[in-house]
Structure formats: C-alpha cells, structure tokens
C-alpha cells in the first residue's frame, strides 16, 4: 500500500515563501518520478512540478517556472517543493504524486490528503 503525506501549507501574503514537504511510504522512492499537483477552488487538477528519480531532471509548468523549485531526499523517502514569490493565484490545495511523467502525466493515481497553500494579496 503506497502512502503520500503532504505537509508545509499554510497562509502568506504575496511575496512570501513556503516549502512543502510529501514522504511516501510502501514503495521503492528512490527508484521512482515524483511529481507536485494542484487544485485551486472550482478547478481541476494541474501539474506544477516533476523530479526524476536522481533529481537530475526536473520539469515545472509554465507558471510557476523560477519562482518554484522541487527536490529529493531518497534517504528520507520525501520530495519538497520551495515556492517563492508567491502570488494569490497560487493558493490552490498542492498534491504529490508517484510516478509521473516529464510532462506532468499521471500513471499512477495515488495520491495523499494535500496540504492547502493560500496565497493573500
């Protein structure tokens, strides 16, 4: 049974910086993709981010590219995703995923219980 856990949301104003954490468990994390998802109010999910399983390779959305940075400790079996610059269309509630692919495609539906970001102007 593979297990996500979400953590790191909470309230900012514009400008401001949060560092989402997601620690994945029943699965072989160093070998996998990892991915960041969101879901603002009244909408789908998107894609924001993708890390292969070294973390030589990342992949972010267009809106969110140099503001948001995803990393990897495999030792610690968790992905991070550091938002900076934030802005209110950023509050959404943010998702990890395993195993995606480079462009945000999902493969695998497991996902935890999301950490809410909510972004004042």
């Known amino acids: 049974q593979v297990q996500l856990v979400e953590s790191g949301g909470g309230s900012v104003q514009a400008g401001g910086s949060l560092r989402l954490s997601c620690t994945v468990s029943?699965?072989?994390?160093?070998?996998?993709?990892m991915g960041w998802f969101r879901q603002a109010p009244g909408k789908g999910r998107e894609f924001v981010a993708f890390i292969n399983w070294s973390g030589g390779i990342t992949n972010y959305a267009d809106s969110v590219k140099g503001r948001f940075t995803v990393s990897r400790d495999n030792a610690k079996n968790t992905v991070y995703l550091q938002m900076n610059s934030l802005k209110p269309e950023d509050t959404a509630v943010y998702y990890c995923n395993v195993g995606p692919r480079l462009d945000g495609q999902v493969t695998l539906h497991y996902w935890g219980q999301g950490t809410q970001v909510t972004v004042s102007s």
């Open positions: 029943g699965r072989t994390f160093s070998s996998t993709t």
